[in-house]
Each structure stands twice: as structure tokens, then as C-alpha cells.
């Protein structure tokens, strides 16, 4: 519980997240390690740190995953704590474990408030204990197939079956008819077992028209718990967040004081430090219960940052230090609209295939309101091993609606070639009438995929105009060429010029 | 110097008529357009046409002669057509007659499984590879019922985008 | 005073202001008209906007301050309002005139407004009936050298000698002493009567350790008028604003409310419509007087934005259609601290010389509480006719000390090469001492000079490390030229071998 | 290969001892470096050294044998010397016991005034050439006293960085 100033951090991650995270060091005055694979020297996290060690091969098991690697370059570097970001390692109690036994401050929870959260039925029961509001379901894992049918009699459908080590959406089942119930429920446990290793599962109450609501959280280590308040992150698709926005556009104060109160519960339970995310699930009418905990900072936590003036990464370090939160919960407030729009590398029109490459030209939004959070650069290839996410876009503005028109500004200036991207896709959810309206829920994408997949209408002339780009482009490489060979011809005789002339013609 | 160029299923002659700086005359098929065209940077080009501002860019994409082109809002894979092209047309029209299935990777990525061999009989929508990428298993199938014919990548590779990685006829 | 909706607006300007106005009015749905010199055809204002007309030669009084080849287009392009930026015309009454009488919409005051601002003398008796304080001085041109000795024998000196038309420093003497007298307002007369044709001055107390403040206004035109708060612009070379910021670090409520009032009130007493911003002189004790009224948008108008919550382009336009204000002054207040820095192309090593030319690479710095407002881009070249500015950086951060912070990553972040830049001169100033306390006026380039222009001390490796990558860089380009020759040679027998070798060891 | 490299006063001996993939070892002098060394764009290199992270920029100045070389703080010009400069350097060398002095323009701008004519005996400090860039004039002054014998630029010429304007003997 002493303070402690952190003079050097490694940053277990790559990526957006890595770049986003030695900025704020860099402020600090806090020096920065990088670690990298082989797929990542020329990443921008390792150009950006002060320092840079590779740990392995590309596969992220190999490198970004593997805990000695990393804990060994911290020593060689003497740093004295580890941000591991979101996904690799950051939700890993081994890996913080192993940071306090090696006297290396883990940026993040203590391992035993990630094990409390990371099994969904221990979270489960925590909550239930702590009187945060949980689905209706199973508080135990279901192994047996006579319980689960008893179960899902009491509960009444429609239910969702999960699997109890589950996470991105596998072994997962939506049964909504009475005579899906049995095979559903032996595919998920079939599922489960060939994914995690162990088939046990549990039962819920499937809400319908869902809306993903999560809550920011911080906890100091002096047993301080302060909400930043909601992210609506509704629009999904495959269970994979597309866009964000903060406050939410059903949310109303009262029910929001509510769940904040319900997610400083939620982390207190678990004895949280540090920045955290209370998931829940909400109805139309705005019934909520708790889903799970994030136990690391997200992906979307720019818009909180946004909307309520926090740097969180700067707030998780300092909590790390050991000094108290420097705000209460009164302090803080919501100010104006923030929306982010996740950008992938990939063919939105090819089933949103993956499409990792080379960039040929970035340009990146800038002016009023806008924050890009990227770490590609004009020239530089994205590998095929990692997330395809090329970076984050978040505005701001007064309102929800001047957001919008900011976002779709923003995405119009947003220039990336060389790998398809899904700027187009995004723009086209900023255009449409439920999302602009504020009326959506997690079947949004689903619902509007037409609208969102259709072919925007061309101005008059711009195949041509493209036409003739090509072809002054062309000529020009043609010209190029001849002028190459000619210059060489000039200075070496009529040989050369004769093959000079039949090479420009016969190779480009 | 006139061009052929193909954008989806239209051929279009274009051809300069005219050029003073920026200023030039070019044709379209029938259509004259004056427009004045820089080239700002490594393949962007501005163009203003009848006032406005249009900004386009032209990629290279597999070889010198197939561009991919985007504009504000629209991209499209233009290709020039010359003599070498059109003979490789011919051939490809004369071969398409066996009937042909080439499968390419439409992005990099690395092979994970190949669970056919050259010479296996494969029917229509049988998965013939499988290939990873940013965490995301792609399975490619037969477009056709036939034989293997050739499979130039094996499990374990890294391999390009657009490289062929299973024929069969 | 009738509403009326404006539908596209004719940018009369170029460089990063021109693009800033048109992001703002494409959010608004607003059509944008860019117009363009010989020299600009390639500037991202041309690329960015919806259309673009060529109007004339570099030289800006045979382009950018054409009137009538601007009002050409806006006929031509059907545009229903003009925004003309800041310089060229945007003071320029007799436009402003034209636009009225064209039934053009001139995006800022009337004529008669700018006509009551725009001379100094005027200006000043203006104030004083409005009940504004103004510097101890001449409320009358002075014309005659035996009134002006007598005028600086009641002052007491120091004084300050002012061209009445002048401006950017031209016409301008500060007199310590009795001897300079005489000498110093011949000078300023006859400096004053080359650059405006007219040597009319006039003289006032001259404020030791000053600090320029200036507020910033909205009017409407149902009568309406809010002050968004103070700026600090002190830090200035040669009268050139360097870095801004707000709040000032000098400020205190009870000033600033009362500054606030007088900068109202200047603005009404020339019922002001539309953004502008009110000038003062404030001296250690936090006495104020009245400087001047800029009747425009200002280049650091951002740092108001981002702490405000505004966006003062939209705004201008609303009122512009004849909207209310949508706030009172009770509705506004400052959040947090912003900080801007404006880059130069200029060579800080070489007494500031302009550096104009091509960008081989630029790379934006981006990330939380960052905003760079440019409009370069990788291979464009600026030009030699206009300003030097390429962009303006601001940061906004919950205190000064962290915004300092950010500035500092910020600047960076920021590379540009090809020309050479003010960047590495600002970060000194970020980290002077000076700065870092708010402990500063006018006078702090100047005192500072030193330690700003010092060099920085390299690490122990840097130049051996600079001088591998050259001998990499320089192999590379080597081994590029013999394989090509080679590649040749290889097609076309041996005696090119032999040439391919001499070329390569001899042109390089 | 070894090269010879000028940077301020000093002159280095920098050659390539060993290289596998990015990992290359380059002696400096009598120093030697084992660095991890990539290019990562145009001219751009990143640079691994005992761990610490160095972003350098080497950038083509006036010909391919000149280079100004950014690190983050620090700004180098860098001269590359073979056979033909040693040449070109001794000539100068034997040159500059005329005592000839070149007058160059430090950035692009135009021409605004030259107040003196080839042959025009010049004091030193007197302005020989006034250069106008950004709405900012610059004079330019003789560096010593002596006779104007070149100026190859003339009023309202429009000039690039480093051009010759004024050639006193």
C-alpha cells in the first residue's frame, strides 16, 4: 500500500493499445520498454518506446503470451511495473501472479480479483452475493443433461446455454423453441469441450432486444471506487463491438445512478484495483443485470476518457504508485456525446474476411473533437498473426447528433489504401435511421445489413474521372520508362535505341 | 495514345486530346472531358471537373497493368488492356472451355489444412484449404466437382494475397 | 434579421484556417466553394473542398485579395455566403460592403463594424464612450511633431509611438528616453508613410512587463453578445503570437469577469455580429486597457473551443443565418487548460528565416487531448508567396501542468522534414522555466532567448548512430544503381558489364 | 566497403563488418556497433542499440552524396566522400586562397532586388541581394570587399534553396 513511483513500464502488448499507453507514459515523464515478435520490428509501439526487446516468434503463444519472455526482458530493462493492455496477457492471474512474485508491479487487478471475475459462475455467485442484479439462471455448473433440461423448465424460454470457460461465442446456444432444447444444448457442451476442455456449461434467460451496457470503473488500493459512468456498445457484430458511444442514448439519470451504484458494488466485491468494466446486459425497459467484468482497461475507454476529462491510463498508473484517487464520485460528470468507430483490415463485402497487408497511404482525420488512436503508418504491413483492428476513431461533440455529423466528417477524411478497411461500412451505420435515431439494440447490424452492405450511389462521372486517372497514371509510368531506356540509348548508339523501343513496348 | 481500360464488365477507350499543364482534353469513348488533373502524390491525383473536386487515387495492384482506383466513396479494379493482355484473354477464354478452378488467397494469411491431395476427386463446395489469418480460420472450397490438379502451397506456409493455392479441373 | 439557411459557403482564403472552416460546414451539411492562385493548385484547401476555382497569379493582391474575382465565384458557384478566414479580407470592409450589396452573405461584422474597429483612433474614442479602459494616451491623430512632444511630456514616458493605420509592427517606437524623443517619432512617421501612405501616429503609455489577454466574443444579431473567456498570447516574437493558451495563469474570476463585461461591451458598441475578439494590455498588478478589436476569427481560436466546448466556426455560421445565440453567459464556462503551438517553416537557427519548400515526410502527432489543425502533406511543397505557419498543435488537459505535459509528447510526436521547422524551439519553450511557472509577458522570447536557442544535448551515441544508417542509406542506393546496370549487362553482353561498373562507381 | 563520412569538423571511417538479416555490425572508427537496423520507410530507419529505440532520418539534400540525418533532437548534414569529392574538395581548397565569396540562397524565394551590377566594386556588409519568401525580405550581404563578378539570378526570379546568386572575387 506504500507509494511508489514508477519510473519505467513495460508494455506487454502491440498495437494501438501499446502506442496509446507509452503516450501517456511519455506525459509522465515515465520511461518505456517495448517488447516485440518477429512480425512486429517494424511496429510503430517499437519505434515509439524508448526501448524495445524482442521476446519470440510470431504466433502471439510464442511471444506476446509467453510470461517468462516477458518477465525476463523486464528485468534485463529494470523496469518496475508491466501494463499488459487488453487481450494477451492482461486478464491472466498466473501472469499477475507472477509480476508480484518477482517484485514487478502488475499494472492491473491482484490475481485473485481476476480469478474471482474470470470464471463466469464464481462472478456469478459474487454478484448474487454482493446484490448486483444477475440474469435469471444457473449459479452452478451444469454437467449433467437431466439438471439442465429441469433448469431450462424453470427459467422458460427462451434461454441462452454457455459455456462456463466460454468467451467469444463459442460454445454458446440461443434456444428459443422447446424442441431445439436438446440438441442445442448437447452441441454448446460438445463445443465446449473440444474448445476449453471441459464441457459444463450454464443457463440463462435470453433477453430479448438487448443492449450492451458497461460501466467504467477505478479503485484505488485505499479501498476507493469511483463509476465514469456508461458505454452503450449495442452495435456488434459475432459478438465482436463495431461502435460505441457514451452516455447512451436510452439510458435515463436515474437507472444510470443505479448501475453505477451496482458496478462500484460489483468491483468492491472482489476487493478491484484498478481500472475495470462492469458488463451488463439491459431490456427495453431498461431492466439490467450484470453480465461479467472486464478486469483491464477496453478498447472503447477513449470515449470515457472523453466525455468525463480522464486520462485512465495515467489513473491506473498512479493507483499502481499507491496514491488515492484524486477525484470522488461527485466530482465527476458526463459532458457531451462521444462516439467511437472501431477501424478493421478487413473486406466488409467479402463476409468481412481479414485483410491484413501492406498500407500504401494513410491519412488520418484530424480538426475539432477528433482523436485517432492508430499504430500503422504509410508503408508499413500488417501481419497476419494479430487483431485486425488498424486503429480507433473517436469524437466528440455537445450533442449526440453533432457527434454523428462529426464521425461521418471524420470518416470522410479517414484515407487508408493498400488494405481494405471498414471505414465505407462505417459510414453507412452513421447514415442509418435506427442508429441515428438512437433505437438500436445488439441486432442492429444483423436487422440493417442490407442497408449497411449496399452500394452507395456514384456521382455522374466518377467511373470516368477514374478512368482517366488511370490512365494519365499509365501513361506516365510508359513515358517513364521510355525515357529511362532512351537516356541509356542516346549515350550508347541506335543499337539501343532499337531495343530500347521494343522493350518499352513489350514489357510494362 | 489511345487505351483500352476494363472497369467491371465495361471496356472503355480513353484517349488524350489535348493537354497545356494541368489543363487537359481526354476522351472517353464518346465523351470529351476538360479537366484539370495534378498528380499530388505517389498515385493521388486532384481532378477538378466543371468545378468540382474529385480526389483519386490509383494503386498498382498485382503488376503494372491492373490498377485498383478509389475515389471518395467507390473503388474499382481497372485494368489495361494491350496486345500481351489480350493474348492471355484468349488463351485464359480457350482454356476456360476445360473448364478450369483456380483458387486464390484473397488475402495473406498462413495455410492451415489442406484436406485434399493432388489427383483426389473433389465434388462442388467440398473444403479444399483452409487458411488462417488475424485470428480468423477462412475455408475455401471447390467451385466445381473435379480432380486436383495442382496444389502449390502446403500446410504451415505463409502465403500472398491473390496467390493461387488449389486448381482443379 | 430573417432566418435563412445557408447552403454553401465560398472559402476566401487558403492554408489550415480554409480547411478547418470546411470540416466545420461539412458537418453542417454545408456545400464548400475553395478558390485557388497559380501557386495552390496542389493545397489540401483545393483537394478537401467540394469545388475549387482558380482565380489569379501567387502574389495574394492579384488572388486572395481580389474582390472581384472572389465574388465572380461565388456568383459563378451559385454560393450563398462567404467565410473569408483570417487575413487577406477578412477586416476588409469594402468587401464585406460588396457582399451586402452582391446579397452574399459575409461571414462576420458589417462594414460599418469593421469601419469602426479598424482605426485605431477611433476604435479608442469608441471605447472610452463605451466606458472601456483604454491606455493613457492621444485620442486624436497626431499630426504635427511639436503637439506630439507635448502630448509625451503629459504622459510621462515610457510611450509607445503607433502608426494610426498600422499594424504587424510597422510605424511602431517604444521611447525610454528623453534624448530618443525626437529621432523616435520621426521614425515611426516616415516608416508609417512608406508602408500605409499615411504618417499619422498616435501615443500612448507604454505598459512595462505586459501581458497581451485578449477575450473572446459572439454576437448575434438579435442583440445578443457572450464573452468565451480570456486568452493568454504573450508569448510572441516580433509581435508574432508563438504559443496560447487559456486560462491564463495570470488570471483571476475577479478580473476576468470584469474583462469579460468590458469585451461585451466593446463589442456592442459597434454592434458587433459574429465572432471577434476584443485585445487588452494588462500590466503585473492586473490593470487592463483596451488594445484593439479583431473583427475576425483568430488563429488560436481553438484553445476557446476545446476548453469552452464550441465550435466557433459553426457558430459564426449560425449567426450568420440569423440565428440566436443558443447560449447565455451564465451557460458557458471553461473546463480544464489548452495550450497551442503554431509550426512555423522557419529556421530558428538562423534568426527565423523563412523556410518554405518541399515536405519529404510529415507524421501528425495524434492521441488523447491532441488536436493539430494543418494542412501539408507528405510530397507537398509550400510556397514561397504566402504564410510561413504549416499548422497549429493544440492540447487540452485537466490542469496547466499536464497540458505542458502533453505538449511536450505532442511536439514529439511531430515530424516534418524537408523544410526546416519552429518544433525543436517550441519544446524549448515548454521547457523553460519561465513557461513552466505561467511566469511570463511580451518580454519572455527575448529574455529567454538563450536557453531556447540552445542545443540540446545529445546522446553518447547518436551521431555514430546517424552516421551507420547514412552509410546504410548510402549502400542501399549503391547496390539499387549496379543491379539495375547489371540486370542490363546480364541481356546484353559484356561490354555493358564493363560501362554498367564505371557508371555506377562514377555517377553516383 | 569503407566509407568516408563528414559530419561538422569530423570525418569518419564507417564500413560493415558483419550482417544477418537486421542484425548488423558496423565499426565507426575504432568503435564498433552492434545494432538492429531497418528500414521502415522512405528514408526513415529504426535502430535497436543495447536496447534503447532510435528513430533516424535520412534524407537526400542537395545530391545523392549529401544527406541531412534527423534523430529525434538532433539534426545532422552528412557528406558522403569518394574519389570525385576529395577532387572537388582540393579544388576548392586551391580555389579558396582566391578567397571567392558565394552568396546562396538558405530557402526558395524571389528576387526582389539586387543594388548592384557585375563589376561593381562591394565593401563587406554592404547588401548585395534582397530575396523575399513568406512575406518576410531577407538582405544578403557581401562577405568580404572585393568585385562582383557573377550574378546569375536576376530581379523577380523565383529561386530554389541553395541556389548561386551573388559570386564575389
Known amino acids: ?508 | 495514345m489511345e487505351l483500352e481500360l476494363t472497369v467491371n464488365d465495361r471496356h472503355a477507350k480513353v484517349r488524350e486530346l489535348k493537354r497545356e499543364g494541368n489543363i487537359a482534353t481526354i476522351a472517353v469513348d464518346d465523351d470529351i472531358y476538360e479537366v484539370d488533373l495534378v498528380k499530388v502524390g505517389n498515385g493521388e491525383y486532384s481532378i477538378l471537373y466543371k468545378g468540382k473536386s474529385y480526389n483519386i487515387e490509383v494503386i498498382e495492384s498485382t503488376d503494372p497493368k491492373h490498377y485498383s482506383v478509389n475515389t471518395f466513396y467507390f473503388s474499382y479494379n481497372i485494368e489495361v488492356i494491350d496486345a500481351e493482355t489480350r493474348y492471355m484473354q484468349s488463351r485464359e477464354e480457350a482454356g476456360g472451355n476445360h473448364g478450369e478452378n483456380i483458387i486464390r488467397s484473397p488475402m495473406p494469411g498462413k495455410v492451415v489444412k489442406i484436406p485434399v491431395n493432388v489427383g483426389d476427386q473433389v465434388e462442388k463446395g467440398q473444403t479444399v484449404i483452409i487458411v488462417a489469418a488475424m485470428k480468423m480460420e477462412s475455408e475455401f472450397k471447390a467451385g466445381k466437382d473435379g480432380v486436383v490438379v495442382e496444389i502449390p502451397v502446403k500446410e504451415g506456409d505463409t502465403i500472398d494475397g491473390n496467390q493461387i493455392m488449389v486448381v482443379i479441373e
Open chain 1, 1 to 508: 500500500m506504500s507509494q511508489r513511483k514508477i519510473k519505467k513500464v513495460l508494455i506487454a502488448n502491440r498495437g494501438e493499445i501499446a502506442v496509446r499507453i507509452i503516450r501517456s507514459c511519455r506525459e509522465m515523464g515515465i520511461h518505456t520498454v517495448a517488447v516485440f515478435s518477429d512480425a512486429d520490428r517494424t511496429a510503430m509501439h517499437v519505434r515509439y518506446a524508448g526501448e524495445a526487446y524482442y521476446i519470440g516468434p510470431s504466433p502471439s503463444n510464442e511471444s506476446y503470451l509467453s510470461i517468462d519472455k516477458i518477465i525476463e526482458v523486464a528485468k534485463l530493462s529494470r523496469a518496475d511495473a508491466i501494463h499488459p493492455g487488453y487481450g494477451f496477457l492482461s486478464e491472466n492471474a498466473t501472469f499477475s501472479r507472477r509480476c508480484r512474485e518477482e517484485g514487478i508491479k502488475f499494472i492491473g487487478p491482484s490475481p485473485e480479483a481476476i480469478e474471482g471475475m474470470g470464471d463466469k459462475i464464481t462472478a456469478r455467485k459474487t454478484m448474487i452475493a454482493a446484490g448486483v442484479p444477475v440474469v435469471p439462471g444457473t449459479t452452478e455448473k451444469v454437467t449433467d443433461e437431466d439438471e439442465a433440461l429441469k433448469v431450462i423448465g424453470e427459467i422458460g424460454l427462451p434461454v441462452m446455454i454457455k459455456a462456463s470457460a466460454g468467451g467469444g461465442g463459442k460454445g454458446m446456444r440461443l434456444v428459443k423453441e422447446q424442441s431445439q432444447i436438446v440438441s442445442s444444448l448437447r452441441g454448446a457442451r460438445s463445443e465446449a469441450k473440444s474448445a476449453f476442455g471441459d464441457d459444463s456449461v450454464y443457463i440463462e434467460k435470453y433477453i430479448e432486444s438487448p443492449h450492451h451496457i458497461e460501466f467504467q470503473i477505478l479503485a484505488d488500493q485505499h479501498g476507493n471506487t469511483v463509476h465514469l459512468f456508461e458505454r452503450e456498445c449495442s452495435v456488434q457484430r459475432r459478438h465482436q463491438k463495431v461502435v460505441e458511444e457514451t452516455p447512451s442514448p436510452v439510458m435515463n439519470p436515474e437507472v444510470r445512478a443505479k448501475m453505477g451504484e451496482y458496478a462500484v458494488a460489483a468491483a468492491q466485491a472482489v476487493n478491484y484495483e484498478g481500472a475495470g468494466t462492469i458488463e451488463f446486459i439491459m431490456d427495453d425497459n431498461l431492466n439490467f443485470y450484470f453480465l461479467e467484468m472486464n478486469t483491464r482497461l477496453q478498447v472503447e475507454h477513449p470515449i470515457t476518457e472523453r466525455v468525463v476529462g480522464v486520462d485512465l491510463v495515467k489513473e491506473q498508473i498512479r493507483v499502481a504508485e499507491g496514491n488515492p484517487l484524486p477525484f470522488r464520485q461527485e466530482d465527476l460528470k458526463q459532458t457531451g456525446h462521444a462516439i467511437e468507430c472501431r477501424i478493421y483490415a478487413e473486406d466488409t463485402d467479402n463476409n468481412f474476411m481479414p485483410n491484413p497487408g501492406k498500407i500504401s497511404h494513410i491519412t488520418e482525420p484530424l480538426g475539432l473533437g477528433v482523436r485517432c488512436d492508430g499504430y500503422v503508418y504509410t508503408g508499413y504491413t500488417i501481419p497476419i498473426y494479430y487483431d485486425p483492428m488498424i486503429s480507433k476513431l473517436i469524437v466528440w461533440a455537445q450533442t449526440r447528433e453533432e457527434a454523428i455529423q462529426r464521425m461521418r466528417r471524420a470518416l470522410y477524411e479517414y484515407k487508408i489504401t493498400g488494405v481494405k478497411t471498414s471505414i465505407k461500412f462505417l459510414e453507412r451505420i452513421m447514415e442509418s435511421e435506427d442508429f441515428r435515431n438512437g433505437k438500436y439494440n445488439t441486432h442492429f447490424i444483423e436487422k440493417n445489413l442490407k442497408f449497411l452492405l449496399a452500394e452507395t450511389e456514384c456521382d455522374l462521372y466518377c467511373e470516368d474521372l477514374a478512368l482517366i486517372a488511370t490512365y494519365v497514371d499509365y501513361m506516365e509510368k510508359l513515358e517513364k520508362v521510355r525515357m529511362t531506356i532512351d537516356h541509356a540509348t542516346v549515350r550508347h548508339g541506335s543499337d539501343w535505341k532499337q531495343f530500347g523501343r521494343r522493350h518499352a513496348a513489350y514489357r510494362l
